[in-house]
T-cell receptor, first 114, second 112 residues
């Protein structure tokens, strides 16, 4: 069965620090990849997505992610975090053969101290 | 103003009772999904529906049931057979085959 793994359960950073959240998946075929974010008290919302093409994708609020096919990874990055980035981040994978279904990672809680 | 609405926001239920969670969307999406979110476990798929009058079990369907009589609506019933129903339930709809999903605000169910 396909699984999605996020390496860190809780990451704590100071403002202006750089961020990288890891995501690996176990399925070897065609995949579509997503990062979602859940700010405290808010809806889960799409941060960025990768379907094909340039493996470096840019999302909202200065986030980007890089798809490395050989490593089955889709890590999320941000050069300089802000206090407002405090949230829970979820990586999700759609198998290309699976209409619209997503498998989510366990989530990473990011806490940014001012 | 397009989006997904879920009601109620908080729900309390006694053990042994069935309860139905509402999900409505006005995004004109064909596909809709129900997830359960527990701390440290991410989101797990309960049921999904790709089209009206059709739905499929997800990874953790036991103790749940759904219906899809209208495109806009996808209610979830948590039955008394669900062993551990206390959780945060999220509804989503999808605009494409690739899985771009939009989520509602969620319903927090507590079984007393």
């Amino acid at each position: 069965a396909q699984s999605v793994s996020q390496h860190n359960h809780h990451v704590i950073l100071s403002e202006a620090a750089s961020l990288e959240l890891g995501c690996n998946y176990s399925y070897g075929g065609t995949v579509n990849l997503f990062w979602y974010v859940q700010y405290p008290g808010q809806h889960l919302q799409l941060l960025l997505k990768y379907f094909s093409g340039d493996p470096l994708v840019k999302g909202i609020k200065g986030f980007e992610a890089e798809f490395i096919k050989s490593k089955f990874s889709f890590n999320l990055r941000k050069p300089s975090v802000q206090w407002s980035d405090t949230a829970e981040y979820f990586c999700a994978v759609n198998r290309g053969t699976s209409y619209g279904k997503l498998t989510f990672g366990q989530g990473t809680i990011l806490t940014v101290h001012p | 103003d397009g989006g997904i609405t879920q009601s109620p926001k908080y729900l309390f239920r006694k053990e042994g009772q069935n309860v139905t969670l509402s999900c409505e969307q006005n995004l004109n999406h064909d596909a809709m999904y129900w997830y359960r979110q527990d701390p440290g476990q991410g989101l797990r798929l309960i049921y999904y529906s790709q089209i009206v009058n059709d739905f499929q079990k997800g990874d953790i369907a036991e103790g749940y049931s759904v219906s899809r009589e209208k495109k806009e609506s996808f209610p979830l019933t948590v039955t008394s057979a669900q062993k551990n129903p206390t959780a945060f339930y999220l509804c989503a709809s999808s605009e494409d085959r690739a899985g771009t999903q939009y989520f509602g605000p969620g319903t927090r169910l507590t079984v007393l």
